[in-house]
Every structure is written in C-alpha cells, then in structure tokens.
C-alpha cells in the first residue's frame, strides 16, 4: 500500500476568507445606513425651511396675504393724499383694492387671476409701480410669484391692457 501525500489548504487561510465576507457586509450596511441617514437629514432640514418660510411669510404677510402701497397715481388726489392700493390673496384670487386719494367712499375693487398649485393661499402677493407704456401715467404691477401682470392707468384707473397694447408691452416697444 502506498501512502501519498496531499497538500491541504492550511486552516487559518479559510477562517481569514470566512472572516472578511462579514466585514465587507458591514461595510455595505454601514455605507447604506450612512446614505438613508443622509436622505433623512435632507428631508427633515427641506421640511423646516419649508415651514420656516411660511413662517416669515405670516410674519410678513399676514393671512390672507396682503400687502399695500401709496402713491401719486393721478387718481382723484386733489387734496394732497395719495392713492393707497392695497392686494390681497383672497381664497386663491388675487384682489386689488384702491382708495383713490385716500377716500374710502371712492373704493374700487380689481379682480384679479385665480392662483393654482398646493398652497396656493399662502402665496404673496406685492405690488409695485412702472411706467409700461410710456404714456408718462404710472402703471400698476401685480408681482405673484415669479410673474407680473400689469394694469394700465388711464382715464383715472387701472385697467388690463388691450391685446394691441398687450403685444406693445411683450415687445418691449413701449418701454
């Protein structure tokens, strides 16, 4: 009978084998754990901002957003008090209320565009002045958002532009 000989694989080389498929698992759990804590961090820090803007936004604002201005227009301010424009967004409609000269008695509403999208009751509104069209009567600006929508002046009160006028102001003709 005869005896060979056969090399076997030495022990410690299997358990150093069998030990680093555990490590290289926990480091994938590790990195994976890193990544969901990462995304949690950024989804609770987005939420805050959020919210934090609505807050700044009440403060600013008011519920329903309102904000107001007073100017020189040439409506009806004979006795030396400038007109005051007040804007509201009232259940997602922005309104605009003017008081000629000052004068309550005189009011006159402007409706203005529905607002779409979530929350779109809280969007401020602002108002500003500019000469558009170049007639030399200051012309009322209604900023929602990222967009303007203007209301001409003339004949002594705000009013949507004409398509003509609409295109003379998409031009940029009339500036």
């Given amino acids: 009978m005869a005896v060979t000989q056969k090399t076997l694989r030495s022990n410690t080389r299997a358990q150093l084998q069998s030990a680093a498929l555990p490590q290289r698992l926990s480091s994938a759990l590790y990195v994976g754990a890193l990544l969901l804590a990462a995304v949690a961090i950024y989804l609770l820090v987005s939420l805050l901002l959020g919210k934090a803007q609505v807050f700044i936004d009440d403060f600013r604002y008011g519920r329903p957003r309102t904000t107001q201005l007073e ?3 040439g409506h009806n301010e004979a006795n030396g008090q400038p007109t005051h ?9 922005a309104v605009i209320i003017e008081l ?5 008695n005189q009011a006159r509403t402007i ?5 779409f999208g979530a929350d779109a009751d809280l969007t401020p509104l602002t108002l500003s002045l500019r000469d558009m069209n170049g007639d030399g009567h200051v012309d009322l600006l209604l900023n929602i958002r990222n967009e303007q929508v203007v209301y001409v002046n003339t004949n002594g009160t705000f009013r949507l532009p004409t398509p003509a006028e609409q295109a003379a102001l998409a031009q940029g003709n009339s500036r």
């Fill in 71 to 73: 100017a020189f227009v």
């Fill in 85 to 93: 424009l007040l804007a509201l967004n009232l259940n997602r409609q």
């Fill in 100 to 104: 000629p000269g000052g004068d309550a």
């Fill in 111 to 115: 409706t203005g565009p529905y607002m």
